[in-house]
């Protein structure tokens, strides 16, 4: 029987569960002439929680196992198939069957659910712990085995990046240069350029949607400019690469500028236009979260609309519009199909907008296609350029959250 038809099994009896332990403390309470101390609809909770928990739990346990023993292809013998689904029914059979006995008056059904519904939020928050973990610990051991094979001052100062390294003796280029100041120069550059184009023309649009703008004409345009953000990055790649690098091209060659077909600035400023959305509905649904009792008082001391934007409204904001600014720079930061597109996977060292350059993520992707072995420098860099970027994200948002903290100290 296949995992998620079990799983619906098991659903149903939980269903089951719920609908029986209310019957029986309706029942209870009838026969017996005394209050239940839950409602009844709690002892059906309790009762389904024993019934789905247990089985599920096991349930993923075994399908957990079965992954490691027959994960290969060979499969597992039959007489395990049928334990994988007849364990769980069991499990979920005895739960139910035991949960309707307990059900008494004097039952405290409800705070037991409520423990169970706590410990299985308290559970699901410790995911994304958990998550995070495996993946700085992932990073970790391989940078640990990159860095053994590569120096790390090599890596973080070096000024030449040729991961190419030869999968034969014989061949040529048997050994790569990993100075990897070009490929952190480039994401640098082209995120520079994309939060030059985001940032002031998603708070301007903000700023004017929720300040100036009449509320039928926001209704239209807001949603408008949303649909940037559901256009798929190499839906913008293609408008990159075959519309702005050219203009750009031609644009340049008009007035004397070497501008290459692949270029910083156009992937940059297609980068820009996409993360727009970003910023601008963030930054305007902080606006309008500003009280308007702030804005009239600053109205009646004599501030016109401007001063009060400028005075009231953007310090007011300033938190949310930090965290807007820190989301589009993160999604600047691991953009990868318009680069791959519009700026090419040179890496160069320059901070000329016209040139040619990669990014880090670029980067990841390419040293992880391919034939190469898993255990070589070149494979294994992609995990030492991934754990810098994820330092380098951790220290921005530690800086917005300082300097968050600094401005509500100021303001509160």
């Given at each position: 029987m296949?995992?998620?038809?079990?799983?619906?099994?098991?659903?149903?009896f939980?269903?089951?569960g719920?609908l029986?332990?209310?019957a029986?403390?309706?029942?209870?309470?009838?026969?017996?002439?005394?209050?239940?101390?839950?409602?009844?609809?709690?002892?059906?909770m309790?009762?389904?929680?024993w019934?789905?928990?247990?089985?599920?739990v096991?349930?993923?346990?075994?399908?957990?196992?079965?992954?490691?023993?027959?994960?290969?292809?060979?499969?597992?013998?039959?007489?395990?198939?049928?334990?994988?689904?007849?364990?769980?029914?069991?499990?979920a059979?005895?739960?139910?069957?035991?949960?309707?006995?307990?059900?008494?008056?004097?039952?405290?059904?409800?705070n037991?659910?409520?423990?169970?519904?706590?410990?299985?939020?308290?559970?699901?928050?410790?995911?994304?712990?958990?998550?995070t973990?495996?993946?700085?610990?992932?990073?970790?051991?391989?940078?640990?085995?990159?860095?053994?094979?590569v120096?790390?001052?090599?890596?973080?100062?070096?000024?030449?990046?040729?991961?190419?390294?030869?999968i034969?003796?014989?061949?040529?280029?048997?050994?790569?240069?990993?100075?990897?100041?070009?490929?952190?120069?480039?994401?640098?550059?082209i995120?520079l350029?994309?939060?030059?184009?985001?940032?002031?023309?998603?708070?301007?649009?903000?700023?004017?949607?929720?300040?100036?703008?009449?509320?039928?004409?926001?209704?239209?345009?807001?949603?408008?400019?949303?649909?940037?953000a559901?256009v798929?990055?190499?839906?913008?790649?293609?408008?990159?690469?075959?519309?702005?690098?050219?203009?750009?091209?031609?644009?340049?060659?008009?007035?004397?500028?070497?501008?290459?077909?692949?270029?910083a600035?156009?992937?940059?400023?297609?980068?820009?236009?996409?993360?727009?959305?970003?910023?601008?509905?963030?930054?305007?649904?902080v606006?309008?979260?500003?009280?308007?009792?702030?804005?009239?008082g600053?109205?009646?001391?004599g501030?016109?609309?401007?001063e009060?934007?400028?005075?009231?409204?953007?310090?007011?904001?300033?938190?949310?519009?930090?965290?807007?600014?820190?989301?589009?720079?993160?999604?600047?930061i691991?953009?990868?199909?318009?680069?791959?597109?519009?700026a090419g996977?040179?890496?160069?060292l320059?901070a000329?907008?016209?040139?040619?350059?990669?990014t880090?993520?670029?980067q990841?992707?390419?040293?992880?296609?391919?034939d190469?072995?898993?255990?070589?420098?070149k494979?294994?860099?992609?995990?030492?350029?991934?754990?810098?970027l994820?330092?380098?994200?951790?220290?921005?948002?530690?800086?917005?959250l300082?300097?968050?903290?600094?401005?509500?100290?100021?303001?509160?």
């Amino acid at each position: 029987m296949q995992f998620s038809i079990l799983l619906a099994v098991l659903v149903a009896f939980a269903g089951l569960g719920f609908l029986w332990g209310r019957a029986r403390a309706a029942a209870v309470a009838s026969a017996s002439g005394r209050r239940l101390h839950s409602r009844a609809r709690h002892h059906g909770m309790l009762v389904a929680a024993w019934t789905g928990g247990p089985g599920i739990v096991v349930l993923l346990l075994w399908a957990v196992v079965q992954a490691r023993l027959g994960g290969a292809g060979e499969g597992m013998s039959a007489a395990a198939a049928w334990a994988g689904i007849a364990v769980p029914l069991a499990v979920a059979i005895v739960g139910l069957t035991w949960g309707v006995r307990r059900i008494t008056p004097q039952l405290r059904a409800r705070n037991q659910f409520e423990t169970v519904l706590r410990n299985l939020l308290l559970l699901a928050s410790a995911v994304a712990v958990v998550t995070t973990a495996g993946i700085v610990l992932s990073l970790l051991l391989e940078s640990i085995r990159f860095f053994s094979l590569v120096p790390l001052h090599e890596f973080l100062f070096g000024l030449h990046w040729s991961p190419q390294i030869a999968i034969r003796e014989d061949q040529v280029a048997s050994s790569g240069a990993f100075g990897a100041v070009p490929v952190f120069a480039g994401t640098l550059l082209i995120s520079l350029i994309a939060m030059l184009v985001a940032a002031p023309v998603g708070l301007l649009s903000a700023i004017w949607m929720s300040e100036y703008a009449a509320p039928n004409v926001r209704a239209t345009v807001k949603p408008i400019l949303e649909i940037l953000a559901g256009v798929p990055t190499v839906v913008y790649g293609f408008f990159a690469a075959t519309t702005l690098a050219p203009a750009l091209r031609d644009l340049g060659s008009f007035f004397g500028l070497g501008v290459s077909s692949e270029s910083a600035l156009a992937a940059g400023v297609v980068m820009g236009v996409m993360i727009i959305p970003f910023v601008s509905s963030l930054s305007d649904d902080v606006f309008r979260a500003v009280p308007d009792s702030m804005r009239y008082g600053s109205m009646a001391l004599g501030a016109t609309k401007a001063e009060t934007v400028q005075r009231v409204v953007l310090p007011a904001a300033l938190p949310g519009v930090m965290g807007g600014l820190m989301l589009a720079i993160s999604r600047a930061i691991g953009e990868t199909m318009i680069v791959v597109m519009a700026a090419g996977l040179a890496a160069n060292l320059t901070a000329n907008p016209f040139a040619a350059v990669t990014t880090v993520t670029v980067q990841i992707v390419t040293l992880l296609t391919g034939d190469q072995e898993f255990d070589s420098a070149k494979t294994l860099a992609a995990f030492g350029l991934g754990l810098v970027l994820f330092f380098v994200t951790l220290a921005l948002n530690v800086l917005a959250l300082e300097v968050v903290r600094r401005y509500r100290e100021a303001y509160e």
